[in-house]
């Protein structure tokens, strides 16, 4: 064979190599899951087993598939949720397989003594947060950062998810609910989006309290009691325990419409910005550095009569060492 025909063999199939995997799905995967790393697992059926049913967590799952799904589609793609019910991992995360937006969720957080149906709905929101939150993202990356996810997940998520009669009957946190209440009837006039407010800064204040005990921290974390912290830069990672709580409520006050999309560039639009307004739903400065035109004053965290969150027998039952052993 001459050695002009094998130069032409090689070059077709280097050719053909370059050409499938320029076609393959490029799989990105966000490293960072909606918790802190833990290595706690919770088995079907173990004595940690106190959370959601299977049925429970499959309404969940159906319903934020109904929302989002066709959202995602529109945007030329698809909404995978792998719905790792027997897998005992306490934790969710991310991650783009060409144009599947993934999200998984598995069934060992839903197993725990903590999680509602509204918690789990808000880290399934976390998670398409990343996916759909826009900016400020990982620097470089497809994906919106943790603080961002935690804003989106209350600022425009949850409120889709709520929206629907159907969601109802779904298991709720118990606690304190008078300075949500208040703050949430100060940022909206209509009384059903008020609900939705306080209900979306309910769920944010149950998985922050699950937060705390993982990170065996003392402070419970308290509506009126905002992170102090002002970056310098930039945070892209999981924010501490009160500023995760600070987002979600802040995310929950914005009167922005929630139908409003945000941008993948500009992380004023659809947001509250003091720049467009808002003293209230504005990102906290314990993890946001808002760029120039944006103003950097800190968020009001409607500070009002100080009273703790009640714990729910949960919550209670997550002080129990045994329950977080090997974290």
């Known amino acids: 064979m001459s050695k002009k025909i094998v130069g032409v063999i090689v070059g077709a199939v ?3 190599l370059l050409s499938v995997a320029q076609s393959s799905p490029r799989r990105v995967v966000l490293e960072d899951g909606f918790l802190p790393p833990n290595n706690l697992k919770i088995p079907i059926g173990s004595l940690e087993d106190k959370g959601l049913t299977r049925k429970q967590y499959e309404a969940v799952m159906d319903r934020v598939q109904a929302v989002y799904g066709p959202i995602i589609a529109s945007r030329g793609g698809r909404l995978m949720i792998n719905r790792l019910w027997e897998d005992p991992t306490v934790n969710a995360s991310a991650d783009r397989q060409g144009d599947d937006y993934v999200i998984n969720m598995y069934g060992g957080l839903a197993r725990h003594a903590a999680i509602t149906q509204d918690g789990m709905a808000l880290v399934a929101c976390h998670e398409i947060g990343h996916h759909l939150g826009g900016a ?3 620097p470089d990356d497809w994906a919106s950062n943790e ?3 935690d804003y989106f997940a209350n600022l425009k998520c949850l409120h889709r ?3 629907s009669p159907e969601t109802a009957a779904f298991t709720k946190p ?3 609910e008078s300075l949500a209440r208040e703050a949430c009837g100060k940022s909206f006039a209509r009384a059903q989006d008020g609900a939705l407010c306080v209900r979306s800064a309910m769920a944010g204040m149950s998985v922050t309290a699950l937060f705390r005990v993982m ?3 003392d402070p419970v974390p308290r509506f009126d009691t905002p992170d102090p912290k002002v970056v310098e830069s930039m945070f892209n990672g999981h924010p501490g325990t009160q500023c995760r709580l600070d987002t ?3 995310g929950s006050l914005c009167a922005q419409p929630f139908a409003e999309d945000v941008s993948e560039t500009d992380p004023s639009v659809g947001a509250c910005t003091r720049a467009g307004g808002f003293s209230v739903g504005l990102r906290p400065r314990c993890w946001y550095l808002p760029p120039a035109a944006e103003g950097a004053g800190l968020a009001d965290a409607a500070v009002m009569t100080s009273k703790p969150m009640n714990a729910s027998p949960a919550l209670t039952l997550l002080e129990s060492p ?3 052993q090997g974290l």
């Open 161 to 163: 998810i709520f929206a």
């Open 14 to 16: 280097l050719t053909a």
């Open 136 to 138: 400020p993202k990982y």
């Open 215 to 217: 990170r065996r921290e």
């Open 248 to 250: 979600y409520y802040q």
């Open 147 to 149: 603080g961002q996810a």
């Open 174 to 176: 118990t606690g304190d």
């Open 322 to 324: 045994p329950v977080w």
